[in-house]
């Protein structure tokens, strides 16, 4: 009976309503016209990249000055719950559940698209296509792209939700993060509208990555055995991830979610050992090395880099897609590693989740796309020519060139799979929290509700726009919470200074606390 009065709760809620009522509109709306949605998203996606890019550039930008203080200020000692606590899960398990539920379907569908796109359409002006200087440049802003900057996004909403969870007993919700910023007036409705948002961002963000690997499974199957690459083909691949997923979520944090993260690990370990011994071995490491050393000495100039002067819209196709993702993204990824980072201390957290991440990202675009890049440069392959014609295709191709083809392509379609799983698996269970007030541990309707709209908004853009209206859904619901993020830091600033200066006063003024102690008993 409490059961079913807890369950009835969860939908007794505006955020649940509004936000189902929104996802379910737009799902509809691409199945009966899709061409119009696709329209629609190609002018959002237009108008959202080329007005609003320098703001996503300054915002991220700014994410990463404010991580890399925390990490190093005498903030960082301050614990994500009581001064005793340990932590919940090993530290493998816990990079293995970063890894998987931030990005492990991206790397895996750029990992070799994104250097090899760059190797033929430079970044850069001036710069020869598939010449030595542009194979350089091409490393290096797929280092950036896939850097600390798409993690710091990360790293400020969950460390935020983390801290107010854990140590101030806030409930789980994107909302209770603006704690720290007093509001007078209009503060219920502030909080709804942007738990509201926080959960249509999440849903878009994360049917862009399924979107993505969706058509990239699809995209294998088609190159490796012929099988039809199609609306049709995408969709049953969709109910099959539907019902995969719905599975694993009701198995709860502990053994599906885990099991599967760990799982993506040792594949991602095991696949980047075999090619870094069986590929080009001191060029991949020379190029890590080099690439690294680019990353850092640009590392500004990348931050801000802007085309106004040539009308060139490279940084808008690709920094800028890339930082409104992670934006949209957030929320889901934050509250996911807030919820699995309880008994860690502020530093490290902001190194565990800043750092290591886009460490084993350097890793495998180094391997894989390492190795497309001196292919092509040093034995006339044409990967870069056939990842221009189909991106979906990339990593096929590059295995191609490799002994055990049709075995490693299996096993990177399996990889693909358990990744689209454990994120949707991830992403159910949080949209469950933050529909439910908060709970930890949401009920399995919520989570079927949540688990089937997002494969009905996957299947719609995917039907109606393929990659641009996946693009397009991510800069538009990255927009306003954008915003909502600037805030969360100020709010998380705010607090951790608060309770800087109460632990400092404690420690000076012991008679004083236990004074106040009788008081409030």
């Known amino acids: 009976m409490k059961k079913n009065r807890r369950e009835k709760a969860s939908y007794n809620n505006p955020v649940f309503k509004v936000s189902a009522i929104v996802i379910a509109f737009f799902t509809i709306w691409g199945a009966l016209s899709p061409n119009s949605l696709a329209k ?27 991580c ?25 398990t816990w990079i293995s559940m970063l890894f998987s539920a931030g990005f492990g379907v991206g790397i895996v569908f750029w990992g070799v698209a994104e250097p090899l796109t760059h190797f033929t359409n430079p970044p850069l002006e001036g710069v020869q296509p598939q010449s030595e200087e ?75 990555s399924l979107g993505m690997g969706i058509l990239q499974i699809n995209g294998g199957l088609n190159y490796v055995f012929s099988v039809p690459n199609n609306a049709w083909m995408q969709m049953v691949i969709v109910l099959i991830l ?61 931050s801000f880099f802007m085309t106004p002067y040539s009308g060139d819209t490279w940084v808008q196709n690709w920094t800028v897609f890339y930082w409104a993702w992670v934006i949209a993204w957030s929320p889901f990824v934050g509250s996911f590693v807030a919820r699995i980072s309880r008994g860690r201390t502020i530093r490290e957290f902001i190194v565990g989740v800043l750092v290591v991440p886009p460490g084993i990202a350097f890793m495998w675009m180094a391997i894989f796309g390492g190795t497309g890049l001196y ?48 994120s949707a698996d991830s992403a ?6 933050m529909t439910s007030g908060g709970n930890l541990n949401p009920s399995n309707t919520v ?6 709209l997002m494969a009905g908004i996957t299947g719609v853009l995917i039907i109606s726009s393929g990659l641009t209206g996946l693009q397009a859904a991510s800069l538009v619901s990255a927009l306003p919470f954008t915003v909502i ?4 830091t100020l709010s998380l600033y705010r607090s951790l200074r608060k309770d800087r200066a109460e632990s400092q006063f404690e420690m000076e003024h012991p008679e004083q606390m236990q004074e106040f102690d009788r008081k409030a008993q």
Not at 267 to 276: A, H
Not at 428 to 433: A, I, K
Not at 485 to 488: A, D
């Open 68 to 92: 890399i203080f925390l990490a190093v200020s005498k903030y960082g000692k301050i614990k994500l719950g009581k001064d005793d606590e340990k932590p919940e899960f090993s530290l493998f």
């Open 375 to 422: 292919m092509d440069l040093f034995q006339n392959t044409a990967i870069a020519e056939a990842v221009s014609k189909d991106v979906t295709t990339a990593v096929f191709v590059l295995l191609q060139e490799f002994p055990l083809y049709f075995f490693f392509s299996i096993i990177i379609m399996a990889l693909i799979l358990i990744f689209l799983v454990t």
């Open 40 to 66: 629609n998203a190609q002018s959002v996606l237009n108008f959202t990249s080329y007005s609003f890019g320098w703001f996503y550039l300054v915002s991220v930008a700014g994410f990463v000055a404010f």
């Open 242 to 302: 539907l019902a995969l997923y719905l599975a694993s979520a009701t198995t709860g944090l502990h053994k599906g979610i885990k099991f599967l993260s760990n799982t993506n690990m040792i594949l991602v370990i095991v696949l980047m050992t075999f090619f870094l011994f069986k590929g080009p071995t001191v060029f991949i490491m020379d190029s890590l090395v080099l690439g690294i050393g680019d990353y850092l000495q640009n590392f500004a100039e990348m």
């Open 134 to 208: 542009s194979a350089r440049l091409a490393m290096r802003y797929s280092f950036f792209n896939w850097g600390i900057h798409q993690w710091s996004v990360f790293t400020i909403v969950g460390l935020a939700l983390a801290y107010f969870q854990f140590r101030k007993k806030s409930k789980s919700l994107v909302s209770e993060t603006l704690e720290g910023i007093h509001i007078k007036r209009g503060k219920e409705p502030l909080k709804k509208s942007v738990n509201i948002l926080a959960v249509i961002a999440t849903v878009i963000g994360v049917s862009t």
């Open 485 to 488: 993020l600037i805030m969360i």
């Open 428 to 433: 159910v269970f949080v949209l469950g929290m």
């Open 447 to 452: 989570k079927m509700i949540w688990g089937v």
